[in-house]
């Protein structure tokens, strides 16, 4: 039963950054990118595809796209030529925070009535069955 509530969330979570970044222009999906790149700066695309365990075509999708609404630049890396570096522009740093503060409204609904403690222990409990679901795809693979 634990599944159908964690999908639940992400799909309730999912609705709601597609309703509040919409005067944006931004999705759901393409949101996980712009955090991801307001905690890492610069990163390549196969970085931010590790950071947020997604597929390397959907992080090219999205950073394709997230470039042309502006939000992101692309640059191949100097290192190695192969490979495309991936920064906010000024506007994606602009977003910012509108965008945490959406991060935060949402937690702090979801959260309300929790006591910090259950909070911590609830965070600790994701992150390890998180952890455990990374273990177990790389022995399976």
Do not use: N
Request: glycine share 6%; charged share 25%; aromatic share 6%.
């Amino acid at each position: 039963m634990i599944w159908r509530y964690i999908s639940a969330l992400h799909r309730s979570h999912q609705r709601y950054l597609s309703r509040v970044m919409q005067p944006l222009g931004i999705t759901a999906s393409e949101i996980t990118f712009v955090v991801c790149l307001c905690k890492i700066g610069t990163g390549s695309q196969r970085q931010l595809s590790r950071e947020l365990s997604v597929d390397e075509a959907l992080t090219v999708r999205a950073v394709k796209s997230l470039e042309q609404k502006g939000i992101v630049r692309r640059r191949r890396s100097e290192t190695d030529r192969r490979q495309y570096e991936v920064a906010l522009t000024p506007l994606g740093e602009s977003i910012r925070p509108q965008v945490f503060a959406s991060m935060e409204e949402w937690a702090g609904e979801l959260l309300s009535g929790f006591s910090e403690e259950e909070i911590q222990l609830l965070s600790a409990m994701l992150e390890t069955m998180y952890q455990r679901a990374g273990e177990t795809l790389q022995r399976t693979m």
